[in-house]
Structure formats: structure tokens, C-alpha cells
């Protein structure tokens, strides 16, 4: 559904001029120019009805990739496909099948009602009447929009203007999503309604989505595959399971005996690199376990030795540390 081949973009801006009379002025007319190569080389495939994290630290390419992506942006060099369409040469035909959200920053008209916003997107897209009165009602009933409809953008709160900029990136009913931070600034509530909402167009109406998020319960909620850009470079894709092996957090056990364990130093420490005792306390005994090296099986039987055990924790690194030693 979408490919990108040794895809590139450098920005050129001008040097500022040295310190002195007219500095802003002398800006202006500088002939030196610093290149700025904001995605270098990247390449990547994505099938249809997957739902793609495209996460990385701030200012490491994620929206110029999205722009390239979409035809806003053209590339330096290499090649985007959207269904085999080029997004900047047959932009009308990719423009069909493709919905893009900016998060930061709407593409509703902040001083109309959400309602006329929607018609004037329907007449750039060529749907009929009757079409978009029937897509508006499914998506205002989908996205609790009715509240609203007739309220201008700019008087929105952020969550119902995120759910009323997500309408209008599905209002032509697109095969593909782009969606640049679509949770940014929003609450609990909120947030928990559009990754439902995400989840469901993806699951049920098999929707391709590409998404780019700080936020990692978003990542690990709702895809099912992850990119991760730095600096401009991919520095991995895989599935979660894969980068939380890849980054090799260790996984922690929680064992509860029915009796204060004797304390297993001697035959933990010579599986160190497998199993470390992190800490015991009373009937507790909490123990950090390498699963690239050992399963929980054999972690399990290694800890059984030391007493009766009657209850068992296992906690997963968090996300958010995995991608903070990646970062
Ligand atoms: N129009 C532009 N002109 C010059 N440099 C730019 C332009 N757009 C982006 N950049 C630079 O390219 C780099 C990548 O920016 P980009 O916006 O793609 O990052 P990002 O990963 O989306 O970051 P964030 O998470 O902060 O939104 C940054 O160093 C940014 O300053």
C-alpha cells in the first residue's frame, strides 16, 4: 500500500549574517546557505490494514517524512508510492485515498462552523449531496460531533476539535491514514475516545495507519508494528515484542512464598546474566530476568527452589523506558 525508497529531504536556510548594524537586514540578502538533512535514505513498506508507530525524538523526521508521505513536501531524492501512485505527480488520485491529520494544527476553517467546513471539504473531494449528508451523520454519530456542528472551530475545546479535524480527514472515506500526533494535549478521556475510534476503523474497516505519536500508550494501544526514526535515519522496525527484546529491558519477577525465602545468592549469581535478585522483602522476592537468555519457565524453577512459592508477578519493562534507552 505504501512504499518509500531511499527516500531524502534537506532543507537549505540562509546562514545568519555576523553580528553588526542591519544584522536582519544583511540575513536577508546572505548568499551562504547551511543544509539541514532532515530524512536520509529511509526505506520502508507498509500492507494494507496495518497500523504503523512512526515514533522518534523531537526534530528526527517523523512530519517531514508524513509531508513527503502525502505530496506536501517533495523529496530531495528517492520515491514515495501510495498504491502505486506518486503523491506529488498524481496528487488528485492520492489525495482520494489518503486522510491526513496535523494534530498541532487543524485544517478546518477556525472561523466557520465545523458543519460548513465539512461542505467545502466534500466539494474538493467531488462527493454528491446525499453522500455527505450520510457520511456526516456517521461520522458525527461515530465521533459525538452533533454537540458541536454548529459551533465555529475556533470556540472548540481540543478534544472535540481533534474528533472534528479526525471527521474531516475520513470525510472522503480514505484507504489510508497519516495522522501526525492526533492525541497531543488531550486528557484521559479524551485520549481513550480516539484510539478507540482509531481502533476500530483499523480492525473493522481495515484502514491503513500510519501514525506518529509521543505518546507511547498510543504506540503500544493501537500498532502493531513500529518505526523508529533518529536524525533522519530508521533505526529499527519491528514489532514491540521485537524492540523490547531488541533493547533487552529485563523483565521482572515477583515471587511470593509461603514462607521467608532462604536467601538464594550462590546458584542465582552464577546465572547473573539470566536472573539477578534485585531485591527480598518478608515473603517477597523480586528478581530480574533476562528473557533473551531464559524463560519464565526456567526462571520459575530456578526460584521454586527456595521455598513453596504461592504467588507469582510478572511486569514487562515499560514501554516508555525501552524507546528511552533507544532515544
Ligand atoms: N521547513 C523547514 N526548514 C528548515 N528546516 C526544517 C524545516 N522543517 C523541518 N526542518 C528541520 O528538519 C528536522 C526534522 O524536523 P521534523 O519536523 O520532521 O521533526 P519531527 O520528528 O516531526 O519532530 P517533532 O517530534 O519535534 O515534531 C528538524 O531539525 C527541523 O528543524
Redesign the pocket.
Known amino acids: 500500500m505504501i512504499t518509500v525508497h531511499q527516500l531524502s529531504k534537506s532543507?537549505r536556510?540562509p546562514l545568519p549574517a555576523p553580528e553588526g548594524p542591519f544584522r536582519g537586514l544583511r540575513t536577508l540578502m546572505s548568499r551562504q546557505y547551511t543544509e539541514?538533512e532532515?530524512?536520509r535514505g529511509v526505506n520502508f513498506s507498509i500492507a494494507p490494514g496495518e497500523f504503523v508507530g512512526y515514533i522518534?525524538?523531537?526534530?528526527?523526521?517523523?512530519?517531514?517524512?508524513i509531508k513527503m508521505l502525502a505530496g506536501i513536501l517533495h523529496p530531495t531524492s528517492g520515491e514515495v508510492r501510495i498504491d502505486g501512485l506518486n503523491p506529488h505527480r498524481d496528487r488528485r488520485q492520492v489525495a482520494r485515498r489518503l486522510g491526513v491529520l496535523f494534530g498541532q494544527r487543524t485544517q478546518l476553517w477556525w472561523d466557520l462552523p465545523v458543519r460548513d467546513s465539512y461542505d467545502i471539504l466534500a466539494a474538493m473531494y467531488g462527493i454528491d449531496a446525499e453522500r455527505k449528508d450520510a457520511r456526516i451523520n456517521e461520522l458525527a454519530d461515530l465521533l459525538q460531533l452533533g454537540e458541536f456542528m454548529d459551533t465555529p472551530v475556533r470556540k472548540l475545546s481540543l478534544g472535540q476539535r481533534m474528533r472534528a479535524d479526525l471527521a474531516a480527514a475520513l470525510l472522503h472515506d480514505p484507504d489510508v491514514l497519516f495522522l501526525?500526533?492526533p492525541t497531543i494535549g488531550l486528557d484521559v478521556v479524551a485520549k481513550r475516545s480516539i484510539r478507540e475510534y482509531l481502533h476500530s476503523i483499523n480492525i473493522e474497516l481495515g484502514k491503513t495507519v500510519l501514525l506518529?505519536t509521543?505518546d507511547m500508550d498510543d504506540i503500544e494501544q493501537l500498532c502493531s508494528r513500529v518505526i523508529v526514526?533518529n536524525r533522519?535515519t530508521l533505526g529499527f522496525d519491528g514489532t514491540i515484542d521485537e524492540l523490547r527484546r531488541r533493547i533487552g529491558l529485563p523483565t521482572l519477577i515477583r515471587v511470593t512464598y509461603r514462607q521467608a525465602p532462604v536467601l538464594p545468592s550462590a546458584e542465582i549469581n552464577e546465572n547473573a546474566t539470566s536472573l539477578r535478585l534485585a531485591e527480598v522483602d518478608g515473603r517477597t522476592l523480586t528478581a530480574e530476568c533476562n528473557r533473551e537468555a531464559i524463560s519464565a519457565m526456567e526462571a520459575l524453577r530456578l526460584l521454586e527452589q527456595y521455598g513453596d512459592i504461592e504467588d507469582v508477578h510478572m511486569e514487562e519493562p515499560h514501554f516508555e523506558d525501552v524507546i528511552h534507552t533507544l532515544y
Open positions: 532543507f536556510s539541514k532532515a530524512v522518534g525524538p523531537n526534530g528526527a523526521g517523523k512530519s517531514t517524512t501526525d500526533e506518529t509521543h526514526i533522519g
